[in-house]
């Protein structure tokens, strides 16, 4: 019998193509979920269950943490990217990792097709196909949602004419939860006008006042919380809670989709939009001017690239290098002030802080240059748009 590798996640699109691939298209069909942080030991129980149920041959949990974090947080973190100054690219890396890990177990199984339940409007398809093709360009790729153009209805029709009675009511929100953050949708992202509802939110206000937070990093990395040692992956984890309890971190982020249209899209993440934030606050003091020039630059193209499927372009692995190299100062505390809806940057500490008392304070006083050295220096540097003015006859009024 014909092997297919379906990634799955027991909704209801997953869930019919698990039904239609055995039915219709007389697969075998293997099911796997990738979890980056979004289900918890019962939930994936219950996911596995419901697997068997529908006719899965053989299903398998993968949890890659550790693995997602190596490979994609750390460089999102290095590069403090933001998509559009907003949005730390919760779904979209997320989704990358999960489509290289549904490939790699498809070709140890040995299956010669794999398939997923995107639809044909949105980014998904497009990350989950490009990293198939690259990675296993021998694999067919099936697409039953996209290709038959269900609409919902349909798909619950389908799989209660044979035998699957399912409650499918639609959320009023559709949550996606990982380590790096939470999407959410509602039907007042479908507008251009109107917030998502305190709510909608999977984290609600549970704490008032303000608490302090000490955040370690080493070479860029989150090491500890509190003075408590950690793997960044469980530091993530910790801050999340922490914050989360604050309702901080909601925001709606808009872009322009792969395919050319608007999209918008709510989203959770106290703990990314902190560490983001405390770890960009630590190399303004610990890095030169040029390299934070250049990391603004690349860490934006990175996280471009990554929110767009193309994570296997070379040029990716060049970034990261260079970006890795720049944390080599990156070390110290970050003071962080945890306040309803908002955080704060109190400030940091760091051997490596370059705003050194011993060369000067800004404003205030000159230790290693005199006046005649300032008054020299202002004139070379004016050098250049001296001569052109007076060349050209430039004034100004």
């Known amino acids: ?15 019919y193509c698990l039904k239609y691939l055995k039915n219709e298209q007389g697969y075998e069909v293997h099911t796997v979920l990738i979890n980056t942080g979004g289900f918890d030991d019962a939930e994936l129980k219950a ?13 398998a949990n993968l949890t890659i943490l550790d693995k997602y974090y190596d490979k994609a947080i750390k460089y ?16 979209s890396a997320e989704r990358v990792f999960q489509a290289i890990e549904a490939i790699k177990y498809a070709k140890s199984v040995g299956a010669t097709a794999i398939a997923h339940g995107s639809t044909g409007a949105g980014n998904d398809q497009i990350r989950f196909d490009l990293i198939f093709q690259t990675i296993a360009p021998e694999i067919e790729i099936i697409t039953p949602i996209r290709d038959l153009k269900l609409s919902r209805q349909e798909e619950v029709d389908y799989l209660s004419k044979n035998g699957v009675h399912y409650s499918w009511e639609k959320a009023q929100y559709s949550i996606n939860k ?63 809670k922490l914050a989360s309890a604050y309702a901080i971190g909601r925001d709606i982020h808009v872009g322009d989709t792969i395919i050319g249209i608007k999209g918008r899209v709510g989203f959770e993440a106290a703990a990314p939009l902190i ?23 690349l860490g934006n193209w990175y996280g471009m ?39 704060s940057l109190d400030g940091i500490e760091s051997d490596n802080d370059l705003m050194n008392t011993g ?10 240059w005199t006046s005649e050295d300032a008054k020299g220096f202002i004139k070379i540097l004016g050098n250049a748009q001296n001569i052109f003015s007076s060349v050209n006859n430039e004034t100004y009024e």
Request: proline letters at 4%; zero cysteines; aromatic letters at 10%.
């Open 47 to 59: 996911i596995e269950d419901r697997a068997y149920e529908l006719g899965s041959a053989k299903h």
């Open 178 to 240: 990982g380590l790096w953050g939470t999407s959410v949708g509602g039907k007042e992202t479908l507008t251009s006008s109107q917030p998502l509802p305190s709510e909608a939110y999977p984290s609600q206000l549970q704490k008032e006042g303000e608490e302090k937070v000490i955040l370690e990093f080493k070479k860029g990395e989150l090491v500890a919380v509190n003075g408590v040692a950690d793997k960044p992956s469980n530091n993530i984890v910790v801050l999340e």
């Open 1 to 15: 019998m014909k092997k297919v590798v379906l990634a799955y996640s027991g909704g209801l699109d997953t869930s």
């Open 76 to 91: 999102l973190i290095y590069g403090n990217v933001l998509k559009n100054n907003t949005y730390p690219l919760s779904v």
């Open 305 to 343: 690239l990554f929110h767009e499927g193309q994570f296997l372009d070379p040029v990716m692995r060049n970034i990261e290098t260079f970006l890795e190299d720049t944390q080599k100062t990156v070390n110290g505390k970050v003071f962080v002030s945890l306040k309803p809806y908002h955080f």
């Open 275 to 297: 560490i983001i934030k405390a770890h960009h606050l630590l190399e303004k003091h610990t890095l030169g001017k040029w390299q934070q020039y250049w990391k603004e630059q």
């Open 359 to 368: 060369f000067g304070q800004y404003g205030e006083m000159n230790n290693a």
